[in-house]
């Protein structure tokens, strides 16, 4: 095949475009995946901070007081 004619010359930069192409759904699909999988980690690294949180303030909270009962000091 010479790479003088205009059919070689298009043979090949199609050969060169489907090959970029694929690799370019190749890296794609791998970073895509390598993106949930940093999504997920950051979402369950949130929500153990916020689950460890909510029971520092719980813990907190009923030692000192008790919003969600009434007073019985004063007398009616």
Same mark, same amino acid.
């Given at each position: 095949m010479k790479f003088d004619s205009i059919k070689s010359r298009l043979v090949l930069m199609t050969l060169i475009c489907v090959i970029g192409m $694929? +690799? !370019?759904? +190749?890296? @794609?699909?791998?970073?895509? @995946? @390598? !993106?949930i999988s940093l999504n997920q980690q950051r979402d369950d690294v949130v929500n153990q901070n916020h689950t460890t949180q !909510? $029971?520092?303030q719980f813990d907190s909270g009923s030692r000192h007081h008790f919003p969600f009962f009434p007073c019985h000091s004063h007398v009616h």
């Open positions: $694929g +690799v !370019l759904v +190749v890296s @794609q699909h791998y970073f895509t @995946q @390598q !993106l !909510l $029971g520092r």
